[in-house]
């Protein structure tokens, strides 16, 4: 199995003939993060405003750099954004969410975060959402069962009985009323919008 967010990658893998099934799951959201003194003023402004700020004023920006789903959202943002990061104070990290988090906190500099890791490092770190918008930085997960045919040790009956568990009803249920902080961490994408 691959449980990955990262869509583009996503869909050349199954178009290559690697999977055999891919399910969504659930989502959460991206938000870009900042000290709250904010230098680039981007605060409460539009994604597209704020990268192009931060870009512009060459301002300190955080990256994964490690070709996660993660940075790979990053990437298609600031080309989305029309600027590429490659002034000296954009920086990568080459680590995980957490130590990316801690990172940026350190050096007082912008950085794109799921919103589920903030809030575990929010009481351990200085930094402040400064740019939420639900649809453009939407955090979708997939899960995706690799092709035995190509890959041999695959136990693909047992990565089909996993991904039906994880989209079913009451796994969903679960999924939705896990909270971190209080806040809903993910939204299901295999229940009703009604139940």
Do not use: C
Request: aromatic share 10%; no cysteine; glycine share 8%.
């Amino acid at each position: 199995l691959v449980w990955v967010h990262a869509r583009t990658a996503e869909d050349e893998f199954m178009a290559a003939g690697d999977g055999i099934r891919r399910e969504d799951v659930m989502y959460n959201t991206f938000e870009i993060l900042g000290p709250a003194s904010d230098p680039a003023g981007v605060r409460g402004g539009g994604l597209t405003e704020a990268l192009q700020a931060i870009s512009r004023g060459q301002y300190r920006f955080i990256s994964r750099g490690d070709r996660s789903g993660t940075h790979q959202r990053e990437l298609s943002l600031w080309t989305t954004a029309g600027e590429m990061p490659n002034w000296e104070q954009y920086i990568k990290s080459n680590q995980g969410m957490g130590p990316t988090l801690v990172m940026a906190d350190q050096k007082d500099a912008y950085v794109l975060a799921d919103r589920g890791t903030y809030l575990k490092f929010k009481d351990k770190i200085n930094l402040v959402p400064l740019v939420q918008s639900p649809e453009e930085l939407a955090n979708p997960y997939g899960i995706l069962v690799v092709n035995p045919a190509k890959h041999p040790a695959i136990k693909g009956a047992l990565a089909q009985k996993f991904v039906d568990f994880l989209i079913s009803p009451a796994t969903q249920r679960l999924i939705r009323e896990y909270k971190i902080e209080g806040e809903q961490l993910f939204y299901p994408l295999h229940l009703a919008a009604t139940e």
